[in-house]
């Protein structure tokens, strides 16, 4: 199935299949979201963020929101 077809399949969607395809996809959007951010993780990726922030905290430039 092309884009193409994905696309006129779902404009042609009743309301509540319209519905209930939008809440799965936005569902496996998260889940798929979720497996890149823990594959980024495991392979160090975002190491560098936590190690800003432990300097910045350190160096006492955090504070309450």
């Known amino acids: ?38 594959k980024d993780v495991t392979a160090g990726r975002l190491d560098h963020l936590s190690e800003k922030a432990d300097i910045d905290f350190e160096a006492g430039r955090c504070g309450a929101l």
């Open 1 to 38: 199935m092309s884009l193409a077809d994905l696309e006129k399949a779902v404009t042609t969607l009743p309301p509540d299949e319209l519905s209930q395809f939008s809440t799965w996809f936005e569902d496996y959007l998260a889940e798929q979201w979720e497996r890149k951010f823990e």
